[in-house]
C-alpha cells in the first residue's frame, strides 16, 4: 500500500495547497413583524438591505418563518424588538433562530433592543419564576449565538446568557438630544432625579455626564398589587429646579408621573422624563399628559402606534446606535469603545 499522503495547511489563507476556499465574511440582517420601521433604519445605516423572509400566520395561530435565499456560512443577525403582543413576538423569534441553524447560518446574533421579561430577573417573592433567565435559555436553545439588548433593566441579566451579550447604551443617544435642546439658563438649573433607590447608579452616571446635581425619589410598591407606587419623599434639592427624571423605560407611566407630581409639589419649575424603552401600556399616553410633565424623551426601541403619541413627545432614533454595534460586531471590532469604555 502507498504511503498517505498529509496535506497540510497554507499559513496565510489557511486552505490547503490546490484548493479554493471562500473566506469573505457575509453580513445578513433580518427581521421578524415587531418592529420593521426599525429593522429597515438598521440596514439603511449598515449599506444593506433585509433578507427576504416569507412569514405566515396559520388560522390555527402557529407561526412559520422561512428565509427566500441562502444564509448559508454568513454572519446572521436577527433584528426583533418585544413590544406588545410579546409572547408572539418572542415564539417568532425562535422559530426563526431554529430556521437559521438549519439553514447552516455561521453565527446567529439577536438583537433585541428590548430584552423581553426583563423585570423578571429574581424571585421577589416564594415560588416565583426568574423569567428573564428563561427567555436566555429559549434563545440558547433556539441557536442564538449571541445577544444584543439595549439598556437592560438589570445587568445581571447579562449572565443568564451562555454566551457574548453586548449591552449597549441609549444615554448617548437621549444625552445629545438635550445638550443641543436645553438653554444655559436650563443648564445652570438642572437636577438629575433618579425615579427610586433601583436606578441611581444610571442617575448618578447622567449626573456626571450634565455636571448636575442628583436627587432620588424614594418610593415604595405593594409587591401584591401590580403597577401602583406610593412616593415617600425626595432626597435632595429640587426647589426651582429643573428636574431631569431618567428611567430605563415606562410602562404603564404610574411611577413617573407620581415622581412628576412629587417634584412638582415640591417646587420644581419644569419636570423632563427621560427614557430608552416606551412600553406605553394603557392608560400610560394618558397619563403622561400630565401637567406635572413638560416633556417626555424616548427612543424607538418599542413601536410606538399614533393613539399613544402626544404633542409633549419626543422620539429619537435608536437604529444609528444598533447599526454602529453590529458593524462592530461583524468587524471583530470593540463594542465597549463605543461608549468611550465605560456605561
Not at 445578513?28 to 426599525?38: I, K
Not at 433585509?50 to 405566515?56: A, G
Not at 426651582?240 to 408621573?257: A, F, N, S, W
Not at 419626543?314 to 462592530?328: C, D, Q, Y
Request: net charge neutral; glycine share 6%; aromatic share 6%.
Amino acid at each position: 500500500m502507498g504511503r498517505k499522503k498529509r496535506i497540510e495547511l497554507d499559513r496565510d489563507h489557511d486552505i490547503a495547497p490546490g484548493l479554493v476556499a471562500k473566506t469573505k465574511k457575509r453580513l445578513v440582517v433580518a427581521t421578524g413583524r415587531s418592529h420593521p420601521e426599525l429593522a429597515d433604519s438598521v440596514a439603511l445605516s449598515l449599506g444593506t438591505e433585509l433578507v427576504p423572509t416569507e412569514h405566515r400566520t396559520f388560522a390555527s395561530g402557529e407561526i412559520l418563518t422561512r428565509f427566500e435565499v441562502s444564509i448559508r456560512g454568513c454572519d446572521f443577525f436577527l433584528i426583533q424588538s418585544f413590544g406588545p403582543p410579546v409572547n408572539e413576538w418572542l415564539m417568532e423569534t425562535l422559530i426563526m433562530l431554529d430556521a437559521a441553524k438549519r439553514a447552516s447560518a455561521k453565527r446567529i446574533t439577536v438583537v433585541a433592543p428590548y430584552y423581553p421579561y426583563s423585570r423578571q430577573d429574581k424571585k421577589g417573592r416564594g415560588r416565583e419564576p426568574i423569567s428573564a433567565r428563561l427567555v436566555a435559555d429559549l434563545l440558547k436553545t433556539a441557536g442564538a449565538d449571541r445577544v444584543m439588548s439595549v439598556d437592560l433593566h438589570a445587568a445581571q441579566i447579562q449572565g443568564f446568557f451562555d454566551g457574548p451579550v453586548d449591552h449597549l447604551f441609549a444615554k448617548p443617544v437621549l444625552l445629545e438630544y438635550f445638550k443641543e435642546t436645553l438653554s444655559a439658563e436650563d443648564r445652570a438649573k438642572l437636577t438629575v432625579v433618579s425615579p427610586d433607590t433601583g436606578r441611581v447608579r444610571v442617575a448618578d452616571q447622567w449626573s456626571d455626564s450634565l455636571g448636575a446635581p442628583l436627587a432620588i425619589i424614594h418610593k415604595r410598591r405593594d409587591p401584591n398589587v401590580a403597577n401602583q407606587v406610593t412616593v415617600n419623599e425626595i432626597v435632595g434639592h429640587v426647589d426651582g429646579r429643573v428636574c431631569l427624571l431618567v428611567d430605563d423605560m415606562i410602562d404603564t407611566g404610574g411611577t413617573i408621573v407620581k415622581a412628576a407630581e412629587a417634584l412638582k409639589k415640591n417646587g420644581a419649575e419644569r419636570v423632563i422624563v427621560a427614557a430608552t424603552h416606551a412600553i406605553f401600556s394603557d392608560p400610560a399616553a394618558e397619563r403622561l399628559q400630565s401637567e406635572a410633565i413638560d416633556e417626555v424623551v424616548v427612543t424607538d426601541t418599542i413601536p410606538i402606534p399614533a393613539e399613544k403619541r402626544f404633542a409633549t413627545l419626543t422620539i429619537l432614533p435608536i437604529a444609528p446606535l444598533l447599526g454602529r454595534a453590529i458593524r462592530e460586531v461583524f468587524e471583530d471590532g470593540s463594542v465597549t469603545s463605543m461608549f468611550d469604555g465605560a456605561a
